[in-house]
């Protein structure tokens, strides 16, 4: 745990930040597809991410999901920090998109830390414009692409935060992803498949010339 904390933040933080931060941050290892945080609940601490990939879903008043973004080695989450301090409830549900593991920072050591050190202010504020910008990015793909272009783009970013060109993932599982029906997500492969950008197996999607 130590080492990947120095391995991935040291760069980030002075060193008096990250002895504190390896004395009060609580480690957690968590299997892929496990909900790390659920829609309508108090959060109290708050992920950086040492290592694995995190999904961040919104859900609707009918309990359907739609990806936003992704968090990796190094993020925190923007919408994490803002319901610690807010004192309210999370409106977003984050999923392990595959093995994770996190140190939880209590959250009275995040406010106390923003006043004493300019590095974690500094990081807190680059986590917003980060989630900011990858927002933005989200609700550009539903309002200007096709559904076709929604669904390789996600594959691709699928490809980034796995680190592999295959994919272990379901029709069903992409069309929760995406807000969309199973039915569709088969067709829109099909066509992706005979403009050779994937391969689809019986048990994973290969994503070809990323």
């Known amino acids: 745990m130590v080492e ?36 309508d609940s108090y959060i109290t601490s ?34 994490t920090l803002s319901c610690c301090m807010g004192q309210v409830k999370s409106q977003i549900r984050a999923v392990a998109e595959t093995d994770v593991e996190l140190l939880m920072i209590p ?17 807190v504020l680059q986590s917003y414009h980060s989630r900011m910008e990858e927002f933005i990015k989200a609700v550009d793909s539903i309002a200007f ?9 996600y594959l691709q970013n699928k490809v980034l935060v796995n680190h592999s060109e295959v994919i272990q993932v379901t029709h069903q599982q992409i069309a929760n992803d995406l807000h969309t029906s199973r039915v569709v997500i088969s067709r829109l492969l099909k066509g992706l498949e005979k403009e050779s950008k994937i391969e689809l197996h019986r048990s994973h999607i290969t994503v070809l010339n990323i």
Do not use: H
């Open 145 to 153: 692409l096709k559904m076709d272009e929604r669904l390789y783009k």
């Open 4 to 39: 990947l904390l120095y391995q991935n933040y040291e760069f980030l933080f002075q060193k008096e930040l990250l002895e504190e931060i390896k004395q009060v941050g609580v480690y957690k290892k968590i299997q892929a597809n496990s909900t790390i945080i659920d829609v």
């Open 107 to 123: 959250k009275k050591k995040m406010t106390e830390w923003l006043s004493k050190y300019l590095s974690w202010q500094e990081f």
């Open 46 to 79: 708050m992920p950086l991410v040492l290592n694995g990939a995190i999904k961040i879903l919104r859900e609707d008043n009918d309990g359907d999901e739609l990806v936003l973004y992704y968090l990796e080695v190094g993020d925190t989450c923007a919408m």
